[in-house]
């Protein structure tokens, strides 16, 4: 009879003890599971990162030529406003020289005709 509790007694360790083990092995493929899904989340992440520095790149490649543009429009104008001023600063002579009765270079005076032609 006392044989007989001791195995009862082994057999409810055993019991006990698979059933701890069972909890764990469940505990760890939910870990695993729980793993994997963080491990997928992160790709995804990784690739959004991915395309948005691509995306990033493309933006900054479009305003680098932007900027080009705008230099070479700034340029642009800086060059008509020389020329605007030389034109500007013939006209004044032009007009003090109309002023005070000062003859024209023949330079000049084919320029007016043009304008007046």
């Known amino acids: 009879l006392a044989q007989l509790e001791e195995t009862k007694s082994e057999k409810e360790e055993v019991v006990k003890e698979a059933e701890r083990v069972t909890t764990l092995r469940d505990a760890a493929t939910e870990a695993v599971k729980a793993a994997r899904a963080e491990a997928a989340a992160a790709d995804t992440a990784a690739a959004d990162a991915e395309k948005a520095v691509k995306r990033l790149a493309r933006v900054l490649e479009e ?55």
């Open 63 to 117: 305003v680098e030529e932007g900027m080009a543009e705008v230099v070479k429009a700034s340029k642009d104008l800086e060059h008509a406003a020389k020329d605007l001023d030389k034109k500007l600063d013939s006209v004044r002579r032009m007009h003090a020289a109309s002023i005070e009765g000062i003859p024209l270079d023949d330079e000049d005076d084919e320029d007016e005709e043009d304008e007046e032609g």
